[in-house]
């Protein structure tokens, strides 16, 4: 399975961004069964979870974001979605997504945001 994750940019304080997680390889058939997360890493930072959603579809949320993303998956389109609103500078990082399934884990590129105050 690859992960390609896009959809970053450079967006002002406020703004809104939407990442997309889109997987492709030996998903046919078996893309539903899998729970995607939402990593990010700033710099000097360790990388944190900031958000996930099941196979079920329930989402879960660091702190740190909730009330301003959402998480959505489109199993027909095999793509995982971050909208991100009311977006800090503290936000900043390099955005990774992973998908997991089991003892199985794959992990894609990173996508940066850059949130300018």
């Known amino acids: 399975v690859q992960l390609q994750a896009s959809g970053g940019g450079l967006v002002q304080a406020g703004g809104s961004l939407r990442l997309s997680c889109a997987a492709s390889?030996?998903?046919?058939?078996?893309?539903?069964?899998?729970?995607i997360g939402w990593f990010r890493q700033a710099p000097g930072k360790e990388r944190e979870g900031v958000s996930c959603?099941?196979?079920?579809?329930?989402?879960h949320y660091a702190e740190s974001v909730k009330g301003r993303f959402t998480i959505s998956r489109d199993d027909a389109k095999n793509t995982v979605y971050l909208q991100m609103n009311s977006l800090k500078p503290e936000d900043t990082a390099v955005y990774f997504c992973?998908?997991?399934?089991?003892?199985?884990?794959?992990w894609g590129q990173g996508t940066l945001v850059t949130v300018s105050s």
């Open positions: 992973r998908a997991e399934r089991g003892p199985i884990t794959y």
């Open positions: 390889g030996d998903t046919y058939d078996h893309f539903n069964d899998y729970a």
């Open positions: 959603i099941g196979s079920d579809g329930r989402p």
